[in-house]
């Protein structure tokens, strides 16, 4: 089943994706393509809503990837948010947790807003990135 209706919700300019479930139904990369198009209409960071996934399959992983290749190429970077402990488990056990920003808080919404704060108080971009997600992150 392939999914490319995905509630979207802007948080200063970064769009936050609530994928969840659908996320997990979805195996024909659907999310992917809809967050593809996000970057090419400009947006570099991008944050993904992973509360409520059941199922972290080749198809989501895959996208992840192709989506977090996409976003540096334009400085930019994946937030993945609220993702379930068996996504932040395989990613490490495979090495590629570092490519991606982890925010599990329980007010994510907050937390995105003060990590667009940072970024629009450089206008460098994300030159300082690990030092501003450090202090705002924690």
Same mark, same amino acid.
């Given at each position: 089943?392939?999914?490319?209706?995905?509630?979207?919700?802007?948080?200063?300019?970064?769009?936050?994706?609530?994928?969840?479930?659908? !996320?997990?139904?979805?195996?024909?990369?659907?999310?992917?393509?809809?967050?593809?198009?996000?970057?090419?209409?400009?947006?570099?960071?991008?944050?993904?809503?992973?509360?409520?996934?059941?199922?972290?399959?080749?198809?989501?992983?895959?996208?992840?990837?192709?989506?977090?290749?996409? !976003?540096?190429?334009?400085?930019?970077?994946?937030?993945?948010?609220?993702?379930?402990?068996?996504?932040?488990?395989?990613?490490?056990?495979?090495?590629?947790?570092?490519?991606?920003?982890?925010?599990?808080?329980?007010?994510?919404?907050?937390?995105?807003?003060?990590?667009?704060?940072?970024?629009?108080?450089?206008?460098?971009?994300?030159?300082?990135?690990?030092?501003?997600?450090?202090?705002?992150?924690?």
């Amino acid at each position: 089943m392939k999914f490319t209706s995905y509630i979207i919700r802007m948080v200063g300019s970064i769009p936050m994706v609530y994928a969840g479930q659908a !996320a997990g139904d979805d195996l024909q990369g659907g999310l992917e393509e809809v967050l593809l198009n996000k970057i090419e209409e400009g947006h570099n960071r991008i944050a993904i809503n992973l509360n409520g996934l059941k199922y972290f399959h080749s198809t989501l992983l895959a996208g992840l990837l192709n989506l977090d290749i996409h !976003a540096k190429r334009s400085s930019g970077f994946i937030i993945l948010v609220q993702s379930p402990w068996f996504v932040k488990t395989m990613m490490d056990q495979m090495g590629i947790s570092e490519r991606f920003i982890w925010l599990n808080e329980e007010s994510p919404l907050y937390m995105l807003e003060r990590l667009e704060k940072a970024f629009m108080s450089n206008p460098e971009g994300n030159r300082d990135i690990e030092r501003k997600l450090e202090n705002i992150v924690g």
